[in-house]
């Protein structure tokens, strides 16, 4: 028997973060007289910025560690998952890695019985507006959190790395067992019993949280995965056609990559006012992606299932409330706005300042000191304080 | 014979057997690439030199790591290229400096002159490569053939199947290059990927155990210095390269003879690890057919013959470990006594005779002047870091086991794993 840990991480933010876990879950299991191997996925990018990638560790009680390798260390992905910890929730929308596999299904490894782990503010209701059915019952677990960055060595360690080994233990004590998480993190910074101390927390909370979802509970998966072509069917000399480049007004109105769009790379969305928008240009001349289609009033709609939410535009956008940066998770499907301003443009007003309100990011200034920091706030052009001559 | 290594004068001999500290001091999760880490710092290396290439790059990531750290005193050189990477180590170990550097793919093809040159001049430096697919495409992924382009220059290569054996095998290499007898190059190969960034429980040798199996890298009359002064490799013309070549065909047939007898120094010191220097025999005692392979494949070939051999049939599977020099007497002799062969290749001889892999080239000719030749066939597999898996290795079992007897079917090149 082999049990497959998989732990569903952002590129760069996170990949330590990850590794540590991983890598945890064997060296614990291993002290519990089981056999270990962790490895990533080798085909992902880890050090490109959000984009979703997997970590693995496998545990087993029973087999060899070369039979362990055999089964598990010489695959480039795996095909079950026993554990799922998924480390950011908008990952719940969907995982479209840096190697071609398409958009995936977030639960798309968890076996019948399995259990997802997510860090998430929200509860199960809501986390299974984006989550896909299976076609069978699985456990759902939640220990509460932001998406963490303690994995980058400038970003404050807030423990989340002990929660996922406490939490993995609590939905499967056959990967790891809590005592022997408590006595590995003890034994490892004797002087810091809260590491271990979370751990166990998370342990409780998991087991508290945890919800069986039945199958066919969850959203329908709307993505196709690629097929993978014959030797015969593809041109020589890694030779690929082009996207014919096209370009009309109004959405989607430039022509782009169908097979890869990176939208799932975003934690985050930019809504737009078109109300307030003074056709300046500039988001679409900025933005890295080129999401931006200009309609035929001179506005920009988004393409949302290509921007990776860099938030370029709403730092670049001069007008206030304009372009605002929202949570990835307010948002259930990737539409155009422009389509639905039209339609109705008060409700659309509405609807994104109803958005605005519930999951607008904000990017605190930090003051002379580093010690304190005030919200910060759009100023208008014309109030900002003019630039010395030179500078 | 002098064997080059310094005899350990007899007080410090018994200082060895009264330290009690044993040949492994602690265990901790590596991937292959932190492992070798461990092993250069084990070994003492002098010169590092380092230039970045996936899946190469955590070596030197992890090497860096271990100087920070203050647990290495050694020159870390980054070079601009491979091909001054490979210069700086060459360079080094002609002034005595024991050295290490590593690539991978196309990055290891670029610094190919100075690989070549490092042959000529007979110096010992150890190398990993780290197993990657030739590009275009720039793909990360296993392919043997990068450390295949070694084979014809006058280097030691050897194939490693786990982390725990890349560390050891590190070591190894230095015993077996810098032996007086040999002083060639010595390329550790590593499966990119399976075997450089899966984290496995390594068990790390006490520095003490390896100063005991290790000497001092010791260049001697070969040594460049103020008070040994030589010239390295001057321009000589036509008339002298065929008695050059032949000097390094008498260096390689003697490093067959050292490297059995460094195993069996390691085994002295660290306990029984390897029954067989220059490959692994698995279940092939009463067996019929053999896979024989390189690298990590083993894993699976092994797991598939434990299988197999549970539902009564005769297989075996023969881990090949020592590419160059390639161990003709002893393999010729353990090959002869099956039915059939089936050879893996993690790599691709294009344009080559059957269009088959390097191996079945090596072993078909290995096998030719034997009076009851078993039947050859040959498996393209993995390539580009395609996974193999069990039931693959049992296809290839299968089909090895149809080829007995039917001499019609030697040479027959099967893709596993195509999508065809």
């Given amino acids: 028997m082999i049990k497959t840990v998989e732990i569903n991480y952002r590129g760069i933010f996170q990949k330590n973060l990850a590794k540590k876990i991983g890598s945890d879950v064997v060296i614990i299991a291993s002290k519990m007289g089981r056999v270990g191997m962790s490895n990533g996925r080798y085909s992902d990018s880890p050090e490109r910025n959000g984009i979703p990638c997997k970590y693995f560790a496998f545990v087993t009680h029973d087999l060899a560690e070369e039979e362990l390798e055999a089964e598990a260390g010489a695959k480039l992905d795996i095909d079950k998952a026993d554990v799922s910890v998924v480390l950011d929730d908008t990952m719940c929308k969907g995982v479209e890695p840096w190697g071609w596999h398409g958009v995936r299904a977030i639960n798309e490894k968890v076996i019948e019985g399995g259990a997802m782990v997510v860090v998430s503010k929200r509860d199960h209701a809501d986390l299974l507006r984006f989550v896909p059915k299976k076609p069978y019952d699985w456990r759902l677990g939640i220990i509460e959190g932001e998406a963490s960055l303690a994995g980058l060595w400038v970003n404050k360690d807030d423990f989340t790395h002990e929660r996922a080994l406490g939490a993995i233990a609590g939905v499967d004590p056959d990967v790891i067992g809590i005592e022997a998480v408590e006595a590995y993190l003890n034994a490892k910074s004797p002087k810091q019993p809260e590491r271990a101390q979370a751990a166990r927390d998370a342990y409780e909370e998991v087991r508290k949280t945890t919800k069986t979802i039945k199958a066919n509970q969850g959203v329908e998966w709307k993505h196709e995965l690629p097929v993978l072509p014959r030797w015969q069917d593809f041109g020589e000399g890694i030779v690929v056609p082009a996207v014919k480049r096209e370009f009309q007004l109004g959405p989607l109105g430039q022509s782009r990559n169908e097979q890869f769009k990176r939208g799932t790379t975003k934690t985050q969305r930019p809504v737009v006012r078109f109300d307030l928008c003074t056709k300046c240009t500039l988001c679409w001349l900025e933005c890295p992606d080129e999401c931006f289609d200009q309609t035929k009033e001179g506005h920009y709609d988004v393409a949302y299932e290509y921007c990776v939410g860099c938030g370029k535009c709403a730092q670049i956008c001069p007008v206030d409330e304009c372009i605002v940066m929202v949570d990835e998770l307010q948002f259930e499907n990737e539409h155009s706005p422009w389509k639905a301003y039209e339609k109705d443009k008060k409700r659309y007003v509405e609807w994104a300042e109803e958005k605005k309100s519930r999951g607008r990011y904000i990017h605190p200034f930090i003051t002379g000191t580093g010690l304190e920091h005030v919200t910060g706030k759009r100023v208008p052009m014309r109030e900002r304080e003019p630039h010395a001559k030179g500078a | ?420």
């Fill in chain 2, 1 to 420: 014979m002098s064997t080059g290594v310094a005899e350990p004068k007899e007080e410090e001999r018994e200082k060895q057997k009264q330290v009690k500290s044993p040949a492994y001091e602690r265990e901790e999760l590596l991937n292959g690439c932190q492992a070798v880490a461990q092993a250069v710092r084990l070994a003492d290396v002098d010169v590092i030199a380092a230039y970045p290439i996936r899946p190469y790059t955590e070596v030197m990531d992890a090497i860096s790591k271990i100087i920070a750290d203050g647990e290495l005193d050694a020159e870390y050189i980054v070079a601009d290229s491979e091909h001054s990477q490979f210069e700086i180590v060459k360079h080094a170990s002609s002034v005595n400096a024991r050295a290490f550097a590593g690539s991978s793919g196309t990055g290891w093809m670029y610094g190919f002159e100075a690989l070549v040159v490092t042959a000529s001049d007979r110096l010992p430096p150890v190398f990993l490569v780290g197993n990657r697919a030739l590009d275009d495409p720039g793909a990360f992924g296993v392919e043997h053939n990068d450390a295949m382009a070694l084979r014809d220059m006058g280097w030691l290569l050897v194939w490693v199947t786990t982390p725990q054996e890349a560390l050891e095998h590190i070591l190894l290499a230095y015993r077996i290059a810098e032996d007086k007898r040999v002083r060639m190059p010595c390329a550790v190969a590593m499966d990119g990927a399976f075997l450089t960034h899966s984290q496995h429980m390594v068990k790390i040798p006490s520095k003490s155990a390896v100063k005991q199996f290790l000497p001092p890298y010791d260049l001697a009359e070969r040594r460049m210095h103020p008070d040994n002064p030589i010239s390295v490799a001057p321009q000589v013309n036509e008339d002298w390269v065929m008695e050059l070549r032949r000097q390094n065909w008498e260096a390689a047939k003697r490093a067959r003879g050292v490297i059995k007898e460094a195993y069996e120094e390691f085994n002295g010191v660290f306990g029984e690890r390897y029954t067989t220097p220059y490959f692994e025999e698995f279940m092939t005692d009463d067996a019929k057919v053999v896979l024989i392979g390189l690298g990590q494949v083993s894993a699976a070939g092994r797991t598939a013959a434990r299988r197999l051999r549970a539902k009564g049939q005769k297989v075996g599977y023969i881990t090949l470990r020592w590419f160059r020099p390639f161990p003709t007497h002893e393999l010729r002799e353990s090959l002869k006594r099956f039915h059939a062969v089936g050879v893996i290749d993690r790599d691709f001889a294009h344009g080559s005779v059957d269009d088959g892999g390097i191996l079945l080239h090596e072993i078909r000719s290995l096998l030719y002047p034997v009076e009851k030749r078993p039947v050859v066939t040959n498996y393209i597999t993995g390539l580009g870091g395609r996974d193999i898996s069990i039931a693959d290795c049992e296809k290839m079992f299968t089909l090895t086991q149809e080829s007995v007897g039917r001499t019609e079917m030697n040479g027959q090149v099967t893709w596993i794993g195509l999508r065809e």
